[in-house]
């Protein structure tokens, strides 16, 4: 069984996020997409909250297993059996980054591998920093973000 690690922050989870792990989904066997939880930085969502969302967003993923972590994310993918770790690119500014993770991870286990998996264009430039500050100044986000996303965030204090 092979067994891949998605590992991310998903402050919120994005329709860019999901078009690469349904991507992923089809690839391999079992796929976690794990929410990192650091400690030190106070989230827009609370871990709980983005799993939440993250869980309802995909109920026809039945290969998707959604979990947290802190720590390294190569430790992680360890502990778990992981074969691969997959890294999303939405453009090409976002490889030189990706690519030294990659490297890192590499050199503290080359057991793990990294596969690189690009969104759809209309996909690009959906970050979920640019989401957040879209909704501060009441903007739409409806386009960028699932549907039970967009519900929470709408109708919640996080408004």
Same mark, same amino acid.
């Given at each position: 069984?092979?067994?891949? $690690? =998605?590992?991310?922050?998903?402050? %919120?989870?994005?329709? #860019?996020?999901?078009?690469?792990?349904? +991507?992923?989904? #089809?690839? !391999?066997?079992? @796929?976690?997409?794990?929410?990192?939880?650091?400690?030190?930085?106070?989230?827009?969502?609370? @871990?709980?909250?983005? $799993?939440?969302?993250?869980?309802?967003?995909?109920?026809?993923?039945?290969?998707?297993?959604?979990?947290?972590? &802190?720590?390294?994310?190569?430790? =992680?993918?360890? *502990?778990?059996?992981?074969?691969?770790?997959?890294?999303?690119?939405?453009?090409?500014?976002? !490889?030189?980054? &990706?690519?030294?993770?990659?490297?890192?991870?590499?050199?503290?286990?080359?057991?793990? *591998?990294?596969?690189?998996?690009?969104?759809? %264009?209309?996909? +690009?430039?959906?970050?979920?920093?640019?989401?957040?500050?879209?909704?501060?100044?009441? #903007?739409?986000?409806?386009? !960028? @973000? %699932?549907? %039970?996303? =967009?519900?929470?965030?709408? +109708?919640?204090?996080?408004?």
């Amino acid at each position: 069984m092979k067994i891949a $690690i =998605y590992p991310g922050s998903f402050d %919120p989870v994005t329709k #860019g996020h999901l078009d690469i792990l349904k +991507n992923a989904a #089809g690839i !391999f066997d079992k @796929v976690i997409i794990a929410v990192a939880h650091n400690g030190e930085k106070k989230g827009f969502l609370t @871990v709980d909250e983005r $799993i939440k969302l993250i869980k309802d967003s995909i109920p026809d993923l039945k290969n998707v297993v959604v979990d947290s972590f &802190e720590g390294l994310t190569i430790e =992680y993918a360890q *502990k778990h059996g992981a074969d691969v770790l997959i890294r999303g690119l939405r453009a090409v500014s976002d !490889f030189e980054y &990706e690519m030294q993770l990659s490297q890192t991870n590499s050199a503290l286990c080359d057991k793990v *591998k990294t596969v690189f998996l690009t969104t759809k %264009p209309k996909y +690009n430039f959906i970050s979920s920093s640019t989401i957040k500050e879209i909704l501060a100044n009441g #903007g739409d986000i409806s386009k !960028f @973000v %699932p549907e %039970p996303v =967009y519900n929470y965030l709408t +109708n919640s204090e996080k408004k």
